[in-house]
């Protein structure tokens, strides 16, 4: 693998992003910290409208907020909605990006929720960013809702997390469920028994697991996850690139664990973005 970072035309904008939103390498790339859930300063709730504002008028690189269809309505939110709580709406925060003209932020929605999007609820949500789409993306882990908004707009920018195909944590998740022969959580046949090496594999699976959304432009993979692809020899992130992909990496926050040492690891393979709730401190940390 080469690991070159594909073209990327964010690399001649976020110059005029805030210094601490980004990591300027000494080879010339620019890596983005991504305010996970609008984290910023921690002054305001997570996924809040305020913090989503603080974000814009910091001018942060990239910011993300997570969202799930409900009610006929897109929420602003991670989990399911609890009676009776008013929650950001959609439209709400788009409106605040909309404010924003100029800004080199980047705003990604984080689909929540597995269940197939019916077809008035893409048409509704492609409607709602059809202003903002040069400025937003949409990611998510349900490849078959990123696929009906493909088929609705071709052209949008759109980032997968194969997490419900394939995926490894030290505290496996219920998804995708069974840990397989080579000690990832993977159901495909080709996890039921060893036939070769861990990295021809995940070489193998990660040649199927793009083809779930042609032309994603983004790839968003756990850090733990890449870590140990790594450990078994396979360069995830150098095989993203070539196939025209960056790789965001998440969570890492600063004060966990080992997280200077794992930062530097993620940056010395070359991944693209790194999600965080502690961009501020990240950035400090790699002047």
Known sequence: ??????????????????????????????IELKAHRAAWSGRHSENSLPALRECYAQRVARVEIDIMFRRADFLVTHDEPRAGARLPRLHEALAIAGMAAGSPTLLMLDAKGDAPWPPDCVTRLLRL???????????????????????????LVLAFDPQYYLTWSARPRRLPGRVGAYGYQDTHPLALRRTGPAAAYLRERFETLLTLVPGAREVHLELAFVERMQADGFDAVGFLHEAGALVD????????????ERVARALAAGVDIVTTNTPRQLARAFV
Do not use: C, K, Y
């Open 249 to 260: 990496v998440w969570t890492v926050d600063a004060r966990t664990r080992g997280w200077r």
């Open 129 to 155: 960013i059809e202003p903002l789409r040069e400025r937003l993306f949409v990611g998510s882990p349900a490849d078959w809702n990123l696929r009906r908004l493909r088929a609705g707009d071709p052209a």
């Open 1 to 30: 693998m080469s690991g070159q970072t594909p073209s990327d035309p964010r690399q001649r904008v976020i110059e005029d992003a805030n210094r601490e939103s980004v990591i300027h390498r000494a080879d010339g790339r620019i």
